[in-house]
């Protein structure tokens, strides 16, 4: 199902209603469930994937659901049990649901649903109504803010910045504000300031005039000029050059430029949104943007958080992803609870955009296909605890930790008195001393790894920096060994 759609589910008697609940959630599905008595205060514009209707106490469908289902043919229509309704006037039925309830029969029936609902697309506009829900995916806290923040701003004419990482979805929040402004019907026109040559830049945003350069053969409108009456979207404004703020700046100040080789000054009604993952304040402070730019863009502030900040949004953005890349005919491809704890586990440093090329990645991999963790790339396996990779990781960190141990101790600089006791540390373990039995390595270096540390700290009187400089390491290094160890300083 779409994104942030629900099933809804008419049911009166309340033991299969809760029975229908559970199995749909199980499934992974939104839904909600409701008597027949609720459908009056039911919005029925809502992004509904599907209706279910159950077991009614009139035993036939009253006239407000009749009513109902007559002015929502779009969604798809399923009955739940052996009833007698009147379905053959509705053509958005799709099929029956018999109870006991098992999963291919379930499966199929959502599947009926999802290809009924991709032939209807030409009652989109009236299924997604509000493209804020539809396309900015997420249920957290943050993403409900940055949300209400985009309902608020959307109707006024105030400048937007958006701010966040690469990957975050700058752009849907963008497109999000745009579409649900009152210049809807006008262009959006984004223009990404970082990928376009600093000599360029200007032909692109306020176009030229023939011969203005080399190369200009004929005139050519400008990104200004094609989003009138709409929005531009500009893109990493932070990467935008010094020279080009400037004209920026007046432009938004006057709201009327010239084209380049021009004389003529063509007015402007057009929405600026900005964006950019880069530190503007900082840029200030060096002196690389302008400031008074910077407050003419940062009207109304929107920061959109990291993937790794709303990893709870992760599952709903999986069936996102996947409903948007799978062909119409297919089973949907479904990942095991143990791939998607893997998944949660991931950092995703690339954001929402690593995401959904993972997933693109994987249905196009395992089309049909219930995915588990090792259908995964090895990076994304976080909760792979096998005894044998289990063993392996001791093995590898107590290499490591041995390694680490003979580095810190054999490859330092120590003064002459430091040096004797060193050499005389030594000698105590040479070679000619060494028992059949053999020896624990690893704690005969530990102790002379804490007896060095002892001695610097006791000869710098306890000052860790001057000890660590003293054992030629770190003074984090050191530290980390003070604490480890456990020794006072």
């Known amino acids: 199902m779409q994104g942030l759609s629900k099933i809804l589910v008419i ?77 053959e006037s509705y053509p958005q039925y799709v099929g029956n649901l018999e109870f006991p309830l098992n999963y291919p029969q379930l499966s199929k029936a959502l599947l009926n649903c999802k290809n009924f609902a991709n032939k209807k697309k030409k009652h989109q506009s009236h299924l997604y109504k509000d493209p804020l829900f539809c396309k900015f995916v997420g249920q957290s806290l943050i993403i409900q803010e940055v949300r209400h923040l ?38 959006f026109v984004p223009i990404n300031c970082g990928a376009i040559p600093q000599d360029l830049l200007e032909s692109e945003l306020f176009g030229h005039e023939k011969g203005a350069f080399t190369g200009a053969i004929t005139s050519r409108k400008g990104r200004f000029e094609l989003s009138e009456g709409g ?17 920026l700046l007046r432009v938004l100040q006057e709201r009327s430029f010239e084209r380049v080789g021009g004389n003529t000054t063509i007015q402007v009604n057009v929405r600026i949104i900005s964006a950019t993952h880069r530190n503007l304040e900082n840029m200030i402070a060096n002196e690389s943007f302008r400031e008074d730019l910077y407050y003419r863009l940062n009207v109304f502030p929107i920061d959109v958080p990291t993937l790794r900040d709303r990893k709870e949004d992760i599952p709903l953005l999986l069936k996102e992803f996947i409903t948007r890349t799978e062909t119409t005919n297919n089973e949907p491809t479904r990942f095991t609870p143990r791939a998607m704890n893997a998944l949660i586990k991931h950092d995703w440093p690339g954001n929402v955009r690593e995401l959904s090329n993972l997933i693109e990645r994987m249905v196009i991999l395992y089309p049909n296909t219930l995915i588990d963790m090792n259908h995964l790339p090895i990076k994304y396996r976080y909760n792979d605890t096998s005894k044998f990779r289990l063993g392996q990781r001791k093995l590898i960190a107590a290499a490591e930790e041995e390694r680490n141990a003979l580095a810190d101790i054999f490859s330092k600089k120590f003064n002459s008195e430091n040096k004797n006791s060193f050499q005389d540390s030594l000698d105590k ?61």
């Open 11 to 87: 049911e009166d008697d309340a033991q299969v209603r809760v029975n229908l609940e559970n199995i749909l959630k199980f499934l992974g599905e939104q839904c909600e469930v409701i008597t027949l008595e609720q459908i009056e205060e039911l919005d029925w514009s809502a992004l509904w994937s599907g209706c279910v209707v159950g077991s009614l106490y009139s035993k036939k469908f009253p006239i407000q659901l009749i009513q109902k289902l007559a002015n929502a043919d779009h969604i798809p229509l399923l009955i739940a049990g052996k009833h007698s309704y009147p379905i």
């Open 150 to 187: 985009i309902e608020q701003v959307s109707n006024t004419e105030a400048n937007v910045l958006i701010l966040g990482e690469s990957g975050t979805g700058k752009e849907v929040v963008a497109r999000s504000i745009h579409y649900n402004s009152a210049r809807r019907s006008a262009p």
């Open 231 to 247: 929005t531009l979207f500009l893109d990493e404004i932070g990467d935008m050059p010094m020279s080009m703020q400037i004209k």
């Open 429 to 489: 373990f040479s070679t000619s001393h060494l028992p059949p039995e053999g020896i624990n390595l690893k704690k005969i270096l530990a102790k002379l790894e804490v007896k060095m540390i002892n001695q610097a700290l006791k000869a710098q009187g306890g000052i860790v920096a001057r000890a660590a400089n003293m054992l030629g390491i770190r003074r984090t290094t050191l530290v980390e060994k003070i604490r480890k160890y456990n020794l006072q300083r």
